[in-house]
């Protein structure tokens, strides 16, 4: 069951962006769109802001308003609507999943460019298969068997992201560990061990950059939480910072904000152990489990 990008998610990114700025271009307000077309405002604003399923009739009308029936921008938004429509694999698990669980999922599975910031675990797209069952059996305990399973498939999935995709080039991933990660218990000592040794191995792959951030580092305001920042790789997707806390994932994408968390990666990539140390630092927490 192999990811299938381009996926709904960007398509919809896609023709928010897309109606967004032939709006503003024109000077006009949601209303003022709304009213002409006879739908509501919050209709409209869903569209443009990439919520919920597109309708092509909806489509087809902004195209009209926006007299772009013939030109390659109105194709292009039929097409991106026509994607819209579709299914990612990820709704096969909608029933384990929440929508922000799902949304994550669908940016991941479509981004070229992933920064990202992991404490206390592992990321999950370079878990192995015990430490990932480990993990949602300790943080989840309600959770059925059925369900860790359902759940570690998932996870397992969205790691072929990492080794190609149909369509476009596997995910670059350039992640910063905090060091607790290293000697955070998940599972057995065993499962922790092999989990320090694939991560040595990931480290060797062409599209992955992994660095530690030392323990000893000086703290930094971007160390307190889990994030992810996803590029898309064309100038009409807007990139996307998930930040992951208690509650869920929050989602922003204005650029202020967006650049902002740019600048603290790599205020963290400054701090951080380069690949060559970091595999050396990995090897050391396993030297500690073995001694």
């Known amino acids: 069951m192999p990811p299938n990008p381009p ?7 896609r023709i928010g962006t897309k109606l967004r700025s032939l709006r503003d271009a024109r000077g006009l307000t949601l209303d003022q ?4 077309l006879l739908i509501s405002v919050s209709k409209l604003s869903r569209l443009e802001n990439a919520q919920g399923v597109p309708q092509l009739r909806d489509v087809r009308d902004l195209v009209a308003f926006y007299e772009l029936s013939d030109h390659p921008d109105g194709r292009s938004l039929m097409r991106w609507a026509q994607d819209g429509r579709g ?12 929508p922000e669980d799902a949304e994550f999922i669908g940016y991941e599975n479509e981004a070229t460019v992933c920064l990202q910031y992991s404490i206390p675990f592992v990321p999950g797209l370079l878990q192995t298969p015990e430490y990932t069952r480990s993990l949602i059996s300790q943080v989840r305990p309600q959770s059925s068997a059925d369900e860790v399973e359902r759940r ?16 476009i080039r596997p995910l670059e991933l350039k992640v910063i560990i ?3 990660c290293l000697s955070q218990s998940v599972g057995s000592t065993s499962a922790l061990r092999n989990q320090l040794v694939s991560l040595q191995a990931s480290a060797k792959a062409d599209n992955i950059d992994l660095r530690i951030l030392p323990a000893d580092a000086q ?16 100038d009409i997707d807007r990139d996307v ?14 650029e202020t904000t967006v650049r902002t968390f740019e600048r603290w990666f790599a205020e ?24």
């Open 33 to 36: 769109v709304a009213d002409a």
């Open 219 to 234: 703290p930094h305001v971007a160390i307190t939480s889990m994030w992810q920042h996803f590029s898309f790789g064309e």
């Open 152 to 167: 570690a498939e998932t996870r397992r999935i969205r790691q072929q992201n990492l080794t190609g995709r149909d369509g």
């Open 7 to 13: 996926g709904p998610v960007l398509a919809r990114k």
């Open 87 to 98: 299914k990612g694999w990820w709704m096969d698990f909608r029933d384990i999943l929440r």
């Open 178 to 180: 905090h060091e607790v």
């Open 268 to 291: 963290l990539t400054r701090r951080s152990l380069d690949p060559v140390r970091s595999v050396a630092r990995i090897q050391d927490a396993i030297n500690l489990i073995d001694s």
């Open 241 to 254: 910072v998930c930040m992951e806390g208690l509650t869920g994932y929050q989602y922003v994408d204005d």
